[in-house]
């Protein structure tokens, strides 16, 4: 690393033929660590005009091409001197960081838990240099979204903006790091990609051979780890993180830092424009449409809301997993001709540069796409179309909708009118050694043992892993309880937030119950057992029934009444689908399996099977929370008979 007072410090090197021009930045932290940091700049002086500085921060290495700041469909990945150059011919200076303990900055590198000092005292450092004018933005898409809410649950001064893109923890307790009290798995393969490429792999070509040669599949078939038997065993700082992330099963301490846990310090955050942009296949589902509606609630300045049907970041393309949603999904060519242009907009919006109506119009606090409405064949890239299209809001969820439940029944259906009968409900046994696969759904940074996205739950095969010939549908396994309306007699669209509530018993002191939301295509000729499309997942881990601070074993045959959250979607159901509900007791390797033991998942090696109960009666009406355009009214039939059984 450069010297802080080296003389490179101070001058401006010429990039693409004296079109922009680059400095080396070394930043103080207040515990004496430099990071590393480039300036870019319109100018080869840039102290000659004082103007906003854009700043993004990240682990990825700073000048390292990212494939999410793709800038439209079809064209190459723009480079970091190209986005930089952008940003800086619309008069701002750029500032692009590694973060502490990655690339060229000093320090160690502890996953999310530094970013908040780390980032305030950057924006207070980049505040005090002549070529600022005071006021700073951040932006950048998944950690470095997240390294935004950190920065501003410190309460800094100076940060005028923030535009998070697929990231940014509400609760990192919630979504991200678990859900409902299990542990998300994508922190293991996110770590052993991490790790492969950290400086210290780059100074050992010994460990960074071995990283490279680590059989991700085989290790996920061997958890639950030890210390010193993980495939991380010969680079311990990152071990030791992953597995203090897996032992921390309560919501306590270490999920109550700001960095991790805005929703307990958003009266911090400045009172500053802010987007919140993510998709309905990627994680932070949950935490972008918090974040958006708590600063909406709370602060004066203006929140955005921007939702696509992608998975993570990948915003340019028209497809998430098997499915297409048509022309239309994009981002760009939608919203805005690219995705810089989408940015530049509204960051001079934010700054006051752009008079909201400037352009013909305001910018409406939400738009989001709704999934749905394609014709359901095969595209000539063998992925069905689903179709879909935008749609703005002042709200979310949309003012259009309302909540409505569905019945759980054992006969298998999901109905408008609670039960009226006793005594019924059904069982299944749950083996964490044989675990439901996933399939699909909000995951990112998951291979090669998981990929985000919607695919047919009819059709396991060999890319899944854990799926087994003949492959069978998901629903044809014994612990999975399927449940499905009639075929819808016109269109339903559910767009908001989705959950079950469940009146459950088991034979264990501990186990997990989890729900998926399907959308179930008739059969054509392209797929003649029809397309079950997975809209989104949830689980949650009993021991936490009553409380995610203290947890509690349940009396084996006692019935609890339990809430199994999923990430809000926005689908329409065309006539003629089904609204599907499938309940298991695990979603593997999306999240760690249940023991059925009453031992933590991160220590024991020991499994049982449970025998869980779902009850469905008149004491006890298990059922779908959904929210609808038009409210119940969405299932009456048009003329006579009605989409969802009524008894």
């Known amino acids: ?217 085989g290790w996920f078939g061997a958890m639950p780890w030890r210390p010193g038997c993980t495939p991380l065993r010969h680079l311990p700082a990152y071990e030791d993180f992953l597995l203090e992330q897996w032992r921390q099963d309560t919501f306590g301490d270490f999920y109550r830092s700001p960095a991790i846990y805005g929703r307990g310090f958003y009266e911090r955050f400045p009172d500053a424009p802010s987007l919140h942009m993510g998709s309905w296949y990627d994680p932070y589902v949950r935490s972008t449409i918090e974040n958006f509606t708590a600063l909406r609630e709370l602060k004066s300045a203006p929140s955005y809301l921007v939702m696509g049907p992608w998975t993570h970041g990948h915003r340019c393309e028209t497809y998430a997993g098997d499915v297409d949603f048509g022309p239309r999904a994009t981002l760009d060519g939608n919203l805005a001709p690219s995705y810089l242009e989408f940015r530049r907009g509204w960051f001079d919006r934010a700054l006051g540069r752009r008079p909201a109506g400037e352009d013909g119009a305001d910018l409406p606090a939400v738009q989001y796409f709704l999934m749905g409405g394609g014709d359901g064949r095969r595209d000539t890239a063998g992925r069905m179309r689903h179709g879909g299209e935008w749609r703005t809001d002042t709200r979310w969820p949309p003012s259009s909708t309302a909540p409505v439940a569905l019945y759980l029944t054992t006969g298998g259906t999901l109905e408008a009118d609670p039960p009226t009968s006793a005594g019924t409900s059904v069982s299944y046994d749950f083996d964490p050694r044989h675990p439901v696969p996933t399939m699909g759904g909000q995951v990112t940074s998951g291979e090669p043992v998981m990929t985000g996205g919607a695919y047919d739950q009819n059709t396991p095969d060999a890319r899944v892993y854990g799926a087994r010939e003949p492959y069978l549908p998901l629903d044809s396994r014994p612990d999975v309880i399927s449940l499905t309306t009639p075929p819808l007699e016109r269109d339903v669209v559910l767009a908001g937030p989705v959950s079950a509530r469940l009146y459950i018993s088991t034979t264990a002191p501990d186990t997990d119950f989890t729900i998926k939301v399907i959308d179930v295509h008739p059969p054509n000729a392209d797929y003649p057992r029809g397309f079950a499309m997975n809209l989104t997942d949830g689980i949650v881990r009993c021991r936490f029934h009553r409380s995610y601070e203290k947890p509690e074993f349940l009396t084996p045959g006692a019935v609890y009444e339990i809430e199994v959250t999923a990430p809000d979607t926005a689908n329409r159901f ?74």
């Open 574 to 647: 065309a006539a003629g689908h089904r609204i599907r509900l499938d309940v298991s007791s695990s979603n593997f390797p999306r999240f760690d399996t249940n023991t059925n033991t009453g031992e933590p998942e991160a220590a024991t090696r020991r499994t049982a099977t449970a025998t869980n109960t779902v009850h469905m009666d008149v004491e006890h009406p298990s059922h779908l929370r959904v929210w609808l355009e038009g409210g119940a009214d969405a299932l009456a039939a048009p003329s006579c008979g009605h989409p969802v059984t009524r008894r």
């Open 1 to 217: 690393m450069i010297s802080y007072d080296s003389p490179r410090a101070c001058r401006s090197e010429p990039l693409q033929g004296g079109t922009l021009w680059r400095r080396d930045l070394h930043v103080p932290m207040r515990d004496g660590i430099l990071l590393a940091a480039d300036l870019y700049s319109a100018s080869a002086d840039p102290e000659a005009t004082a103007l906003p500085v854009l700043l993004e921060r990240t682990p990825y290495g700073r000048r390292a091409q990212r494939g999410s700041d793709q800038d439209r469909g079809g064209m190459p990945v723009p480079q970091p001197e190209d986005v930089a150059r952008f940003f800086a011919e619309a008069r701002y200076h750029v500032v692009r960081q590694d973060c502490r303990g990655r690339g060229d900055s000093g320090g160690t590198f502890v996953k999310y838990l530094g970013e908040g000092p780390d980032g305030a005292d950057t924006i207070a450092w980049l505040r005090d240099q002549p070529w600022c004018d005071g006021r700073v933005v951040m932006t950048g898409v998944s950690y470095s979204a997240h390294v935004q809410a950190a920065a501003a649950a410190e309460g800094v001064t100076g940060l005028a903006a923030m535009f998070q893109d697929s990231g940014g923890f509400s609760s990192a307790y919630d979504a991200g790091m678990r859900m409902g009290g299990a542990f998300e798995l994508k922190q293991v393969t996110w770590a052993l990609r991490q790790a492969a490429r950290s400086p210290e792999a780059a100074a050992d070509p010994v460990l960074a051979e071995e990283l490279r040669q680590v059989d991700v599949a």
